[in-house]
C-alpha cells in the first residue's frame, strides 16, 4: 500500500511495497468500456516531472488508497505516473482510448521498448481523438499477440476535486463515455439550467430598469446576476470537460467570479437600501466588506500566479468563503434588528444563502468522493441563490409599493399646492371685483343717487310754487325721479358685497314689497322663517330673483286688480318664493301685451339654473320662483 509523507524540502516521498504488482488487461475481455481498478495499475507521485523518461520506472510505484480516486491537495500540486500493462491476443493490431479522469492539465503515454540490457521508454505523441471535448483521451496502438507496458504521465489541475479515475474505452465508444460522464449529473444540471434562464431574465429586468431610472442598485444587481448566472452556466457546461480555459477556470476564474459578484452584491444592497443616509452604521460594515472581498481577490490572485502549490489555494479559498458566510451573518443579526420590511426582505434573503451556504461549503470540504444530486455541493448553491432572488423580488415588490405610495403623495402635495395657488389667484380676483362693486355701487350712490335726490326735490319745489297751474310734464319728472331712485337703489344693492346673502336677499324683498303696496289698495304679506340660516348668495342671483319678485308685484298692480298678495319664503335644501293674489287671473288672449315681461322672468330664473311656474285659477294668480342655494 502507498503512503504519503512530508519531507523536509517539501516535495511528498512514498514508500514502496515490493509486493506491488498490477494484473495484466486482456483488452479482449471487454467490448466497449473498461475501468480499471486498483489491481490493473500502479502509481507513483512526484513533485515535479521526471526530465529524463528513462528514470521514470526508477519511480516508487504503488496501488493508491484513494477513496473513488480522488486526490488531496498535496498530490493535486505536483505530477501523477502511472504504469499498466495491456494485452492484445488478437491477430490484428488494436486501438483504444485512455482516460486518466479529471481534471488533468496535460496527458503523456510513454511505451516501454527492450534495447540491450534495460528497458527504454519511449514517448508517443500526443493522439487525441477528434472529438468534443478529447483533449484528456489519448490513443493507444496495440501490436497483435503483444504485451505492452505503458506508462502515463499526468499533471492535475490545482484544485482539490481532481479525480484519478484511469479508463480504457474503444473507439466507436468514445462518445458514449463522454454522455455516462455526465449522465449521473443530469438532474443537476436541468435544476441550474432552468436557474441560469431565471437569472438571464433578472439580467434583462434590473437592466431596463437601470436604463430607465437610471438607479444604480439595478446596475449592480444586473452585474450580480450576470455573473452569477454564467458561474453556474460554466460549471454545469464545463463539467469534466478538458480544455485550457476550463482548467482556467476551475483554477481561479470561478472563485474570483464568485467574490466578484459578491461585491457587487454588496454593494446593490447598499444603494438599494439607501443604507449612506437611512442606516449609517450599516453602511460602514457593508463598505469595510467590500474593501475586505477586493483584498481577497488581490491575496488569492498572489497566490495562483506567483506560488506553485494547491494547499495554500484551497485553504484560502474555503477560509474565505467562511468569512463570506460570516458577512452574511453579520448582516442577518443587523438586518432583523432593523425595523424595517425592506431590511428584512433581504436579511431573510441572507439567512437563507447563509444555511445553503454552509451546507455547500461542508461538502466542498469534508466530501471526499461525489455522491447523489442531494450531496452535490453546487446544488446547495442552486438554493441559495434561489432563496436570495425570492428575497429580492418580494423586497422590490415591497419598494415599489412604497415608492409609488411616496410618488401619489409627492403628486397630490404638488396638486394641492397648484390648487391652492389657483385659488389664491380666483380669491385675488373675486376680491377684485368685490372691490370694484363696491366703488361702482358707492358711485353710483354718491353721483348719481345725489343728483336724483336732486331732481326729484326740485321737481317737487317747482309743483309747489305752481300749485295754482297744473304741468303733466313736472309731475312726470317727479315719478320718473322716484322710479329711477328706486330702480338705482335696487342696482346698488344688489351690487354690494355685503348683501351677498340669503337673509339679506329675504330681508330686501319684505321690505321691497311692503313699501310697494303701501300707498296702494292692495294688502301684502310676507311669510317666511324666523330663523334663516346663514347661506352666501352671490350678487347676480340675488338681483336676479329680486327683479323676477319685483316683475310679479308690478304685474300684480297693472293687471290683477288684486286685494290682497300674499309673498312666502320657504327653505328646503332651496329656495322656494310663492306669490299669490286674489285678483281677477289672466287669459291668454290678454297676455301679449305683458307677454315680454313674463319671458323675462322665465328667462332671468333660467340664468340661475332656477325655476319659474305662474298657475292662473278663479281665485287669482300663483308664481312660483325656485333656485337652488
Known amino acids: 500500500m502507498l503512503i504519503c509523507m512530508g519531507t523536509g524540502s517539501g516535495r511528498p516521498a512514498f514508500s514502496r511495497n515490493m509486493n506491488d504488482t498490477a494484473s495484466v488487461i486482456n483488452i479482449a475481455s471487454f467490448y466497449d468500456i473498461f475501468k480499471m481498478e486498483d489491481e490493473h495499475y500502479l502509481a507513483a507521485f512526484t513533485a515535479a516531472p521526471v526530465s529524463d523518461p528513462d528514470k521514470i520506472p526508477d519511480l516508487q510505484f504503488g496501488k493508491i488508497g484513494l477513496p473513488e480516486g480522488m486526490m488531496d491537495e498535496n498530490i493535486n500540486t505536483g505530477f501523477v505516473y502511472i504504469k499498466f500493462e495491456l494485452f492484445n491476443p488478437a491477430d490484428n493490431a488494436e486501438s483504444l482510448c485512455f482516460y486518466p479522469g479529471y481534471y488533468f492539465k496535460s496527458v503523456h503515454i510513454l511505451t516501454e521498448e527492450e534495447g540491450g540490457t534495460t528497458a527504454m521508454l519511449k514517448m508517443l505523441p500526443d493522439s487525441i481523438p477528434p472529438i468534443p471535448g478529447g483533449k484528456t483521451y489519448r490513443v493507444i496502438y496495440l501490436p497483435p499477440h503483444t504485451v505492452v507496458k505503458i506508462y502515463a504521465e499526468l499533471q492535475p489541475v490545482r484544485i482539490k476535486a481532481n479525480k484519478l479515475s484511469p479508463e480504457l474505452i474503444r473507439i466507436p465508444f468514445l462518445h458514449t463515455h463522454l454522455t455516462l460522464m455526465h449522465e449521473h449529473n443530469r438532474s443537476l444540471e436541468i435544476v441550474t439550467y432552468i436557474l441560469v434562464g431565471i437569472l438571464c431574465m433578472m439580467m434583462l429586468f434590473a437592466l431596463a430598469n437601470y436604463i430607465l431610472s437610471r438607479k444604480e442598485e439595478y446596475l449592480y444587481y444586473c452585474l450580480y446576476a450576470t455573473l452569477t448566472g454564467f458561474l453556474l452556466f460554466a460549471k454545469t457546461y464545463f463539467y469534466r470537460s478538458a480544455g485550457d480555459f476550463v482548467y ?51 491575496i488569492y490572485s498572489a497566490i495562483y500566479f506567483f506560488t506553485p502549490g494547491v494547499k495554500w489555494l484551497v485553504t484560502f479559498e474555503n477560509g474565505i468563503k467562511i468569512l463570506i458566510l460570516t458577512g452574511a451573518l453579520l448582516f442577518v443579526i443587523l438586518g432583523f434588528r432593523e425595523k424595517s420590511v425592506l431590511v428584512n426582505y433581504l436579511a431573510f434573503g441572507n439567512l437563507a444563502m447563509l444555511i445553503f451556504g454552509m451546507i455547500s461549503l461542508l461538502i466542498i470540504i469534508f466530501a471526499n468522493t461525489p455522491g447523489s444530486t442531494w450531496g452535490a455541493a453546487l446544488l446547495y448553491y442552486d438554493l441559495a441563490v434561489v432563496s436570495e432572488l425570492a428575497c429580492f423580488l418580494f423586497g422590490l415588490t415591497y419598494k415599489g409599493r412604497i415608492e409609488l405610495i411616496e410618488r401619489i403623495k409627492i ?22 371685483q368685490q372691490e370694484e362693486r363696491n366703488r361702482i355701487s358707492t358711485d353710483m350712490h354718491d353721483e348719481l343717487g345725489g343728483g336724483m335726490t336732486a331732481i326729484r326735490l326740485m321737481s317737487e319745489l317747482a309743483k309747489q310754487r305752481m300749485r295754482n297751474i297744473h304741468i303733466p310734464e313736472i309731475e312726470r319728472i317727479s315719478s320718473s325721479a322716484n322710479d329711477l331712485l328706486s330702480k338705482m337703489n335696487a342696482i346698488i344693492w344688489s351690487m354690494s358685497p355685503g348683501n351677498d346673502s340669503l337673509a339679506n336677499l329675504i330681508a330686501y324683498i319684505r321690505s321691497y314689497a311692503q313699501d310697494f303696496f303701501e300707498n296702494t289698495a292692495v294688502q301684502c304679506e310676507v311669510k317666511t322663517k324666523e330663523n334663516i340660516p346663514v347661506i352666501e348668495m352671490s350678487g347676480i342671483k340675488r338681483r336676479n330673483i329680486f327683479l323676477t319678485v319685483k316683475e310679479a308685484l308690478n304685474n300684480i298692480v297693472k293687471h290683477a286688480k288684486a286685494t290682497k298678495v300674499e309673498i312666502l319664503v320657504e327653505l328646503n335644501g332651496h329656495l322656494r318664493i310663492s306669490i299669490k293674489d286674489n285678483g281677477i287671473g289672466f287669459d291668454h288672449e290678454r297676455v301679449k301685451p305683458f307677454s315680454n315681461g313674463l319671458h323675462n322672468m322665465e328667462k332671468r330664473m333660467k340664468s340661475i339654473d332656477g325655476a319659474f311656474r305662474l298657475v292662473n285659477n278663479p281665485e287669482g294668480t300663483l308664481v312660483e320662483l325656485e333656485a337652488g342655494l
Not at 453602511?283 to 477586493?294: P, S
Open 248 to 298: 482556467f477556470f476551475e483554477e481561479y476564474l470561478d472563485f474570483i467570479i464568485i467574490l466578484t459578484a459578491a461585491i457587487c452584491y454588496v454593494t446593490f444592497v447598499r444603494y438599494f437600501l439607501n443604507t449612506g443616509n437611512v442606516y449609517p452604521m450599516l453602511d460602514k460594515i457593508l463598505k469595510l466588506i467590500e474593501a475586505a472581498y477586493v483584498s481577497f481577490i488581490v
Open 411 to 432: 403628486e397630490d402635495a404638488r396638486n394641492m399646492e397648484e390648487n391652492k395657488k389657483d385659488f389664491e389667484k380666483q380669491l385675488a380676483v373675486i376680491q377684485a
